[in-house]
């Protein structure tokens, strides 16, 4: 979807290849130099799988998948990156933050985990909700930088005390 001054409304744009599962808590960035237009989709909780046999109770399922949407020249098409044997590769999370900091590179920092999905156990509390007794969530302070040019991770080194680690929070290059 792409926002259109003149219709005063949204407009659906169609893409070639194949997207990203749906997902909430994702993050993205968009990286354009002079002849390329990249948009970037890293992560989130994969909403398919909430949807489907497992319902609202069931595991959410961190992802940790790469994609990206070529909209050079107009054409838009999909595609997702794969990890090499030996990449270096974030850790899969959600509601984290990816910000571009030049026309070649974006960080990604923060967000929340869990384990891999495993079957959980549910209770009911007395006031009729379900607890929630598997998959803890836990959160990151790490930073990731991707380069579009060799699409390769690299684990970012900081000096000094890093920030406390954190989720669902916004990221700005200034």
């Not at 599962?21 to 960035?29: D, E, F, P, S, V």
């Amino acid at each position: 979807m792409v926002a259109s001054e003149a219709e005063a409304g949204w407009e659906r744009l169609e893409a070639g290849g194949v997207p990203p599962t749906m997902r909430h808590g994702l993050a993205c960035a968009a990286l354009r130099t002079r002849d390329r237009a990249l948009l970037y989709v890293f992560g989130g909780i994969d909403a398919a799988a909430r949807l489907g046999s497992g319902g609202a109770g069931s595991a959410d399922e961190y992802l940790d998948d790469l994609h990206v949407l070529d909209a050079t020249d107009g054409a838009m098409t999909w595609r997702r990156l794969l990890r090499g044997a030996s990449a270096s590769w974030p850790q899969r999370r959600a509601f984290h933050t990816a910000t571009a900091i030049d026309s070649r590179a974006f960080l990604v920092f923060g967000g929340a985990t869990a384990p891999p999905k495993r079957p959980r156990r549910r209770s009911r509390a007395s006031s009729g909700a379900a607890a929630d007794e598997g998959n803890p969530v836990s959160y990151l302070n790490d930073v990731w930088q991707f380069r579009g040019e060799d699409q390769a991770w690299v684990c970012v080194e900081s000096r000094g005390e890093p920030p406390p680690a954190r989720g669902a929070h916004a990221a700005a290059l200034v």
